[in-house]
């Protein structure tokens, strides 16, 4: 039996989606960032991670990053980058996925902030391929 690693992440509420981003210790994110800091969590919108990714490919040689004319493409459009800024990846202890005991756990403490104010939903990822759609090509 294969073990796969989990990857939790929240949509939060457009009223405090930019906000996460540039004041993450804001107190209208306190009670968000209570929970994050007791499980050693830290946040990156998925918006800002295209735009690294889209740095980093552009630094290093476009070849050897495959999304990066997708990732391109998405920051670039308004819509796209407007989805993507909403979105953040909880990392624990630095690491992008981790166990599903610790997701599990991290999802259930943050279920009580779910409300539309400051979360809208919480999404829990599997790095089992079979469950996540094939990345774009060409």
Known sequence: METWSFQVRIHLADSVAGLARQDPTNPILESLTTVLSRHNVSMKSQLDAFMDYV??????GIEHYPLYQWTKETIGDPAKSKKHLGVFTLYVDGEEVYPKKIADALEHDLSSSVDGTLIKRIAK???????NPQPPVG
């Open 55 to 60: 740095i980093d490919a552009e630094t290093q």
């Open 125 to 131: 990822y599997d790095t089992n391929p079979a469950n």
